[in-house]
Each structure stands twice: as structure tokens, then as C-alpha cells.
């Protein structure tokens, strides 16, 4: 079975960084583009940050470009979002998903996405 699982959410105060893991179990993360979404209730969730199959390319929403990061470990099957010099408008609960469609770029679109995780919640605030 498809399983993603996010951890690494929590409190932090502004400026300060957090490194958000999304691991897989039931397949291999690096044959499928992955993305980082964030949701506020209420609000649409938004796409943050993805990196396609093999890790070609990435994409990343304006707001966190030069502050957030993304990568693959494929020993570890993981993808990790790295972000840095938060602010309280990050706050969300943060969602990893896979794209299952095929070998392709990566997209910030959540439609795109058909395998999800929990998510995991962060929380910027003084």
C-alpha cells in the first residue's frame, strides 16, 4: 500500500528554520514527482515547493523562494523541505503528495497530486 508520512512540523519563532520529511513506504519516491503543500483553515491549499521524478527540476510558489529548499534522499526514500528564515504567515499544516502519473516535471497544482500524507503542522510565531 501507497503510505506517505510527513514529521518534522512544530512551533518556531520567526527567522528560525525547520526541515520538513515526507518518507514513503509501498513505493520508490524517486520514480514520481513530489510536492509540499500548505493550508491554512479556510483557505485553499497551496503549493509550496515540488521536485519532479529523478530530481531534475523543481518548482517553488514566490513567497518562499530563497527561504525554503527541497531535496531527495532515495537511500533514505524521503523528500525534505528545508525552510528557513520563517515567518507567521508560513503557518499551515504542511502536506506532502506524490504524483503517480508518470516520469514528468513537477507541478504546484494540488489536482496534479493522487497520493497524500497526514500532514504535519507548523506554527511561526513569537
Known amino acids: 500500500q501507497l503510505q506517505l508520512v510527513e514529521s518534522g512540523g512544530g512551533l518556531v519563532q520567526p527567522g528560525g528554520s525547520l526541515r520538513l520529511s515526507c518518507a514513503a513506504s509501498g513505493f520508490a519516491l524517486h520514480y514520481y514527482a513530489i510536492g509540499w503543500f500548505r493550508q491554512v483553515p479556510g483557505k485553499l491549499r497551496e503549493g509550496v515547493f515540488c521536485?519532479?521524478?529523478?530530481?531534475?527540476?523543481?518548482n517553488s510558489a514566490d513567497s518562499v523562494k530563497g527561504r525554503f529548499t527541497i531535496s531527495r534522499d532515495n537511500a533514505k526514500n524521503a523528500v525534505y523541505l528545508q525552510m528557513n528564515s520563517l515567518k507567521p504567515e508560513d503557518t499551515a499544516d504542511y502536506y506532502c503528495?506524490?504524483?503517480?502519473?508518470?516520469?514528468?516535471?513537477?507541478?504546484?497544482?494540488?489536482?496534479?497530486?493522487?497520493?497524500w500524507g497526514q500532514g504535519t503542522q507548523v506554527t511561526v510565531s513569537s
Open positions: 521536485i519532479s521524478s529523478y530530481g531534475g527540476s523543481t
Open positions: 503528495a506524490a504524483d503517480t502519473a508518470g516520469m514528468r516535471d513537477c507541478s504546484l497544482e494540488h489536482y496534479e497530486y493522487d497520493y
